[in-house]
């Protein structure tokens, strides 16, 4: 699984870091998301979770 993110359009509301923490992270100069691209396998669930709820729907998953 690799992490898709558009950060020219990420908001910053930080849905992704409160869902998955040990992937994603917001940038302290602009708040925008930050992340592990290809995470582990044991956070893949999350990850999904955190795509789903991303409200500028900046998180795109490939295989």
Known sequence: MRIGIDRERCI???MCALT????FDQDPDDGRVVADTA???QHHAAV???????PAG????EP
């Open 39 to 41: 995470p582990a396998p």
């Open 12 to 14: 910053g509301a930080g």
């Open 58 to 61: 900046v998180l795109t998953l």
């Open 20 to 23: 998955a923490p040990a992937v």
């Open 48 to 54: 999904r979770e955190a795509v789903q709820l991303c």
